[in-house]
């Protein structure tokens, strides 16, 4: 993958890919955040075909009234007509655009990858919403990481990621057809028999090995985001501790207690170590 990552998610696959994403139909919003740039499928208008109608016929009429009058100041009359006709047409397509559920075109690149299983799917979305929460943290977590490299290794992550659910994605199908062979009547001793069993086996591994490596690349994104949430909530606990003593001191007379706040500096190292774990 490339410095960026462009990813988005419809009704039925996720789309990961270094390269801006097209949407086949639909209409998207895409929303950037570093060098992570989400395509979020819009909801659609609901705008039925006789609205449409409607609202083209009522553009259309004042659309002829002023190119009558264009017509009638010596303007060549068939180029207002064919232009009131163009704008017509252009807003009648784009209506029944958004009419339209999103679906995105299929990336005929070899560095992207789509995700059509629903456990791939659901772990990819996963990681996007983690992800998330990572960033949300970073503007409290300012002089303890680096923006810049942190966004880097949270982009990596899940290009990383996609290559290795769509990997197991394959996996996945290969062990399904594989699982066939067991109830195929010919001998258990045939060449055949035994390559199938192996393959079967090396597919095993592999999918161990991908899901191990899944499930690493996951539990790193959302270390990020949980150590950086239990400081940022830490940081306030300390910060209401100081001001209830500040008002106690004030109020009843009681004093203060030196270093009431709990100590951070255990959970900033913390934080520290996620994000290297998540850039390793």
Same mark, same amino acid.
């Given at each position: 993958m490339g410095t960026e990552l462009h990813a988005g998610i419809d009704a039925g696959k996720v789309v990961v890919s270094p390269y801006p994403i097209k949407a086949r139909?639909?209409? =998207?919003? @895409?929303?950037?955040?570093?060098?992570?740039? *989400?395509? +979020?499928?819009?909801? /659609?208008?609901?705008?039925?075909?006789?609205?449409?109608?409607?609202?083209?016929?009522?553009?259309?009429?004042?659309?002829?009234?002023?190119?009558?009058?264009?017509?009638?100041?010596?303007?060549?009359?068939?180029?207002?007509?064919?232009?009131?006709?163009?704008?017509?047409?252009? =807003?009648? @397509?784009?209506?029944?655009?958004?009419?339209? *559920?999103? +679906?995105?075109?299929? /990336?005929?690149?070899?560095?992207?990858?789509?995700?059509?299983?629903?456990?791939e799917r659901a772990a990819f979305a996963g990681a996007l919403d983690a992800s998330r929460r990572v960033r949300r943290t970073w503007p409290a977590l300012n002089g303890m990481i680096d923006p810049v490299l942190a966004d880097g290794s949270l982009t990596r992550a899940l290009g990383e990621l996609a290559d290795v659910l769509a990997r197991r994605q394959e996996l996945r199908r290969l062990r399904a057809d594989l699982a066939g062979v067991r109830d195929a009547d010919i001998p258990g001793d045939s060449p055949a028999r035994l390559a199938a069993d192996a393959a079967r086996e090396r597919a095993d591994a592999a999918w161990r090995e991908a899901g191990h490596t899944a499930n690493r690349i996951l539990g790193s994104?959302?270390?990020?985001?949980?150590?950086?949430?239990?400081?940022?909530?830490?940081?306030q606990v300390a910060a209401t501790a100081r001001h209830a003593e500040r008002t106690l001191a004030r109020v009843a007379g009681v004093p203060a207690i030196a270093e009431s706040g709990p100590d951070l500096a255990g959970r900033t190292e913390a934080v520290i170590a996620a994000y290297r774990d998540l850039a390793a």
């Open positions: 139909r639909g209409n =998207v919003r @895409r929303e950037r955040t570093g060098t992570l740039i *989400e395509v +979020v499928p819009r909801t /659609p208008s609901g705008r039925g075909r006789e609205e449409r109608v409607t609202f083209a016929a009522r553009l259309a009429l004042p659309l002829l009234f002023v190119s009558a009058v264009l017509a009638a100041a010596g303007f060549n009359w068939w180029l207002a007509a064919g232009g009131s006709v163009a704008l017509v047409a252009a =807003v009648w @397509r784009r209506q029944a655009r958004a009419a339209q *559920e999103t +679906v995105f075109a299929m /990336p005929r690149d070899d560095e992207s990858r789509v995700l059509w299983s629903v456990p994104i959302d270390a990020a985001a949980r150590a950086g949430e239990s400081f940022i909530r830490e940081r």
